[in-house]
């Protein structure tokens, strides 16, 4: 069974600098998806960034981007310019790419905390 | 509607007593999740629509889990004689076509369950 690791349970940053949060996962897929969720306190989950596994490119999204290293299997967020709303529960969550399995695995999750 | 939305947002039960929460997806979306959040953990998938069709139901910790679907909108998800080990916030998502693969999962804000 797949499952997911977030080893750092809360993390804090300083308004405007770098951050990068870990994601490890372990699989014996070849081909899958991985995200990262974002849930801050009122609850509503959002997605902030996902990859292909099949793909090399790192896949950004303005401030957030990713390091995915297939073969390391390790996924980790890195948020640039940290702004006081990304302070926020982080997830990092993998699904496979086979259809039968519609499930998404989720770590357990990085509080973060922004510091102005 | 704008969102998922779910209600009630918080439910008090006594041990024993059968508790619904309902889940209303975005219009349109065709599959439809839920997941069990307990403090502090990720969520965990529970079971999966397609439609009015329940595919997965693997997650569902118990007989006392019962989710239905029965127009493909509107989602309940119903636990019968309640135990205190069912205190958790139940997520709903949706997504617009058969939710696998790379497809965004759109979150509601979560029902929180306290069982006493």
């Known amino acids: 069974a797949q499952t997911v690791t977030q080893s750092q349970p809360e993390m804090s940053v300083q308004e405007a600098e770098t951050v990068t949060l870990s994601c490890t996962y372990d699989?014996?897929?070849?081909?899958?998806?991985l995200f990262w969720y974002k849930q801050p306190p009122s609850r509503q989950m959002i997605l902030v960034i996902r990859?292909?596994?099949?793909?090399?490119q790192n896949a950004t999204e303005n401030r957030f981007s990713v390091n995915f290293q297939k073969a390391a299997k390790s996924f980790s967020l890195k948020i640039s310019d940290s702004q006081l709303g990304d302070a926020a529960m982080y997830f990092c969550?993998?699904?496979?790419?086979?259809?039968?399995?519609?499930?998404?695995?989720f770590g357990a999750g990085t509080r973060l905390t922004v510091k102005p | 509607g704008a969102g998922v939305s779910q209600s009630p947002r918080y439910k008090v039960a006594k041990r024993g007593q059968d508790v619904a929460l309902r889940c209303d997806p975005i219009?349109?979306?065709?599959?439809l999740f839920w997941y069990q959040q307990a403090l502090g953990q990720g969520p965990e998938f529970l079971t999966y629509f397609q439609n009015e069709a329940q595919l997965d139901k693997s997650g569902l910790p118990s007989d006392r889990f019962f989710a239905e679907r029965p127009e493909g909108s509107v989602s309940t998800l119903k636990i019968q004689r309640t135990q205190q080990e069912d205190s958790a916030v139940y997520l709903c998502a949706s997504s617009l076509a058969g939710g696998w693969g790379q497809e965004t999962q759109y979150f509601g804000p979560g029902t929180r369950l306290l069982v006493l």
């Open positions: 990859q292909e596994a099949y793909k090399q």
């Open positions: 699989t014996s897929e070849s081909d899958y998806y």
């Open positions: 969550a993998y699904r496979s790419a086979r259809s039968v399995n519609n499930d998404m695995r």
């Open positions: 219009s349109g979306h065709v599959s």
